[in-house]
């Protein structure tokens, strides 16, 4: 088994640089990208089902928009003119469905079935497909206009309008509606600025850090780490009550309201009973508030998604794990050059070991922290 390398490359994510030729104000990258398409994808998809009443598989589309990135790993970032530049489309396109598979084959066989479909198959012709495809699209166009808002490369405004024209022939009607409502301001834009913009909430404030990190990017393993887990659970270890959308949903969004009350640091927050508590009711309210911008039928998905996220129940106490396996991840990247991280990532390792007893979290011991640790990292 690979699951370790699986796992690094989920890391790596946040090191495939997007845009960067153009020098956009905001540096961009694949995990940031990949969580912004998620969390359009938990949108799109409530709006399919509840304003359109159109069937749509929600886990499906979450999840493809979650890693169909992932062959960029082992790509690199390619520039879209290159991409469609018809001496070399086809082999970079039947390059990277082949690395898709080979990043298929790092994981266990009874999670490859599911994996196949969210990388290999992300971008397919299925009506799925065609609307992780619009979803893209979309996020480029949202990331165009922030740039273009900034007065940055005029690359970036002409790109808005050429993005927007292609979003307009797009037939998936949630689609359509997002662009109208981001076009007709506040409300779902709103809503979308806080999506955009978790990529500028730092973490890991007051701490010397050699690998940089974001709440957008972190917010992309977390979900990658939820839905390993689950599906590790599901298939391999049998827990079939395991909502998988529902987990991976809140591990998406999870710190969202984060981009209203900024990153406090987890000590601090939870200094006292009382310290603790008051966070959770500031928290509970900023999430309540952010959802209020959207439409009525969102209100009770993305409550249990952003104003509960850790619930009292298995698939809060599984985000609760990808949370702090992700702080295991980010102290064992940072302690290698910079002792200062090395107290954190044994109080890491030590609650993650004295809290859970999940099969999950006793398959990342046994088997994955050990390839992370010894062996990946120094390929």
Aim: charged content about 25%; proline content about 3%; aromatic content about 10%.
């Amino acid at each position: 088994m690979k699951n370790g390398k699986f796992t690094n490359t989920i890391i790596r994510m946040q090191f495939v640089p997007r845009w960067s030729e153009h020098a956009p104000r905001f540096e961009d990258n694949a995990a940031s990208h990949s969580f912004r398409c998620a969390a359009i994808a938990i949108l799109a998809g409530l709006a399919e089902e509840k304003l359109f009443g159109r069937p749509v598989d929600k886990l499906k589309l979450l999840t493809r928009s979650l890693w169909a990135d992932l062959s960029h790993t082992m790509t690199g970032s390619i520039k879209h003119v290159t991409k469609k530049e018809i001496h070399v489309t086809e082999h970079i396109r039947a390059l990277e469905h082949e690395l898709s598979k080979e990043i298929v084959s790092c994981l266990s066989k009874s999670l490859r079935a599911f994996a196949y479909d969210a990388i290999v198959n992300a971008q397919d012709d299925t009506d799925t497909g065609r609307l992780v495809e619009a979803i893209d699209t979309f996020d480029a166009f949202l990331f165009c206009h922030r740039e273009a808002s900034y007065g940055s490369n005029p690359f970036f405004r002409s790109k808005v309008q050429e993005l927007r024209d292609k979003i307009a022939g797009y037939e998936q009607p949630s689609i359509g509606w997002l662009l109208a409502e981001f076009e007709k301001g506040e409300g779902v834009r709103d809503f979308l600025g806080y999506i955009m913009n978790l990529d500028t909430v730092q973490r890991w404030n007051g701490s010397y850090n050699l690998v940089p990190d974001n709440d957008a990017t972190h917010s992309f393993r977390v979900a990658s780490l939820a839905l390993f887990n689950g599906l590790l659970e599901r298939e391999r270890f049998g827990l079939a009550h395991i909502d998988l959308y529902r987990l991976v949903s809140k591990s998406v969004l999870h710190d969202l309201p984060e981009i209203v009350s900024g990153d406090v640091v987890s000590h601090f927050k939870h200094r006292n009973p009382v310290m603790k508590h008051a966070f959770e009711q500031y928290e509970r309210e900023t999430a309540e508030a952010m959802i209020a911008k959207l439409p009525e039928p969102f209100g009770e998905a993305l409550a249990d998604m952003m104003a509960n996220p850790k619930s009292a129940d298995y698939e809060g106490e599984m985000l609760d794990i990808a949370d702090k396996l992700d702080a295991l991840i980010k102290a064992g990247l940072e302690m290698r050059n910079n002792p200062h991280y090395a107290e954190t990532y044994y109080d890491q390792l030590t609650t993650i070991q004295h809290r859970f007893e999940n099969p999950c979290v006793i398959f990342f011991l046994a088997y994955i922290l050990h390839d992370l640790t010894y062996s990946n990292f120094n390929k």
